[in-house]
């Protein structure tokens, strides 16, 4: 391939992934202490999806380690009541258990994601996919299953020791919890959460992460 043909291609692809951008009609809805929160109505639901932009004070392997090790997530994760690691699949994949509180009178919420984290060889970016896998363990008595959810991490290398994270999240808590209700409150569980974040990242326990599928 010629080098004016790379160029027209690269050029192409840049204005694709544009116009792919600009279709997602993310607006900016909360923007303080450097997370800048987003939301959007799906085509396919009434709940809004949520997109969290933060730059952050660590490195590939930090985030990775700290988003991976579910059992801590109730330390930071906003509403969580209790995180627990159902299956280590790989190093790199788990799949887990979690109980969201809800306050009275309606009933609290779980599911089951499947967390896998890949980087790109070339660019170092990280994604992590979290797919919900309802059926993976019985549902409980008085807990609703969250049936639909999709989020994705997608983590950038931005220089030594910085990285921007951008994380969406579409989800329909399901149950009988009105649309309204739960699209008047969606940006304050991610903003807590990611003020949380940065404070998890800075425990000693990932200081130095060894991370082999990851490269800083």
């Known amino acids: 391939m010629t080098g004016k043909m790379r160029c027209v291609l690269t ?4 204005g694709l992934c544009l116009f792919g951008y600009s279709q997602d009609d993310w607006k900016l809805k909360t923007d303080k202490e450097g997370i800048s929160i987003y939301t959007r109505t799906p085509s396919d639901s009434k709940f809004k999806a949520i997109r969290v932009v933060c730059d952050l004070d660590a490195t590939l392997s930090q985030m990775v380690a700290v988003i991976l090790d579910v059992n801590t997530g109730a330390e930071w994760v906003y509403s969580t009541k ?5 299956k280590q699949v790989s190093p790199s994949e788990v799949v887990y258990y979690s109980e969201v509180s809800i306050p009275w009178p309606a009933s609290n919420r779980d599911f089951i994601a499947r967390l ?3 980087q790109d060889t070339h660019t ?3 994604t992590i996919y979290g797919p919900t896998e309802p059926g ?3 549902v409980k008595k008085d807990i609703v299953r969250v ?3 999709e989020g994705k991490w997608v983590i950038y290398p931005l220089g030594k020791d910085r990285i921007r994270v951008d994380y969406t999240l579409k989800a329909d808590p399901g149950g009988d919890l009105p649309a309204w209700l739960v699209n008047m ?3 304050k569980g991610p903003y807590e959460s990611f003020k949380k974040l940065k404070l998890q990242l800075k ?4 200081a130095h992460p060894n991370l082999a599928f990851i490269t800083d």
């Open 185 to 187: 409150f969606v940006t």
């Open 82 to 86: 209790s995180s627990v690691l159902v």
């Open 116 to 118: 896998k984290a890949v």
């Open 203 to 206: 425990k000693p326990a990932y």
């Open 147 to 149: 049936q639909k959810s």
């Open 136 to 138: 993976f363990l019985p």
């Open 11 to 14: 050029i192409l692809l840049l």
């Open 124 to 126: 170092r970016v990280v």
